[in-house]
């Protein structure tokens, strides 16, 4: 596609419930990262994918988070039990490669989790 | 852990008034970004600096990366209330596979 894109753009959910955010990449951006942005902060980054594996998880805050990206394209965050605390805008980035890009990353829209 | 700091935190100018917005880091920077982003939307980057002493403009916006590279400042002259959103700095963190580590952004409102 020309963009990366997020979906659903806003998602409420009942404290305690599952969620799947999903990201469409830029078509051939190998990179994916996940990063989550909450109120008055910068994004901060949670997951880095390049092609279908996991390279750099350190910034999923704990178990109830995990990512996938089974065919090297579309992602998905899941949330397990989710808390009130979890309420954030959660970003989607890909690039063509992993490291520095002279162009930047392309961010998605996001999607505003809001627990309830 | 790197931080950045960006300053101010917030900024209202009168539309055609120039301003400038800092992004201070406390380690040095290998890849210095400054993106814009505005309500409901996702980050659009502006540019990207990487060499002591770089300058980059784009249309009425222009970025710096000092020498010792522990400091960009971004300045928009003649602002119009296109110009209107929250700008943030990010940087490379040194090791890793394109993780960005971003300041918490500065918020301009350009008054007409």
């Known amino acids: 596609g020309a963009g990366v894109s997020q979906t659903p753009s806003n998602k409420v959910t009942e404290k305690g419930k599952y969620v799947e955010l999903r990201c469409d990449p830029i078509s051939g951006h190998t990179a994916l990262y996940w990063y989550r942005q909450s109120l008055g902060q910068g994004p901060e980054f949670l997951i880095y994918f390049q092609g279908t594996g996991a390279a750099d998880d350190s910034g999923l805050p704990n178990d109830r988070f995990f990512a996938v990206r089974p065919e090297g394209s579309v992602s998905t965050l899941k949330i397990q039990r989710t808390e009130r605390g979890d309420s954030a805008v959660y970003l989607c980035?890909?690039?063509?490669?992993?490291?520095?890009?002279?162009?930047?990353?392309?961010f998605g829209s996001g999607t505003r989790l809001t627990v309830v | 852990s790197q931080e950045l700091e960006q300053s101010p935190q917030s900024l209202i100018v009168q539309e055609g008034k120039n301003l400038t917005i800092n992004c201070t880091s406390s380690k040095t920077l290998y890849g210095l970004y400054w993106y814009k982003q505005k309500y409901g939307e996702g980050l659009i980057f502006l540019m990207m600096l990487q060499k002591g002493g770089e300058e980059k403009s784009h249309e009425k916006i222009t970025a710096k990366l000092d020498e010792k590279k522990q400091q960009s400042s971004l300045h928009i002259t003649a602002s119009q209330p296109s110009h209107a959103g929250i700008y943030l700095c990010g940087a490379d963190i040194p090791g890793s596979q394109g993780n960005l580590i971003f300041g918490k952004g500065t918020k301009l409102s350009v008054k007409p």
């Open positions: 980035a890909s690039s063509p490669a992993p490291g520095q890009s002279n162009y930047g990353y392309t």
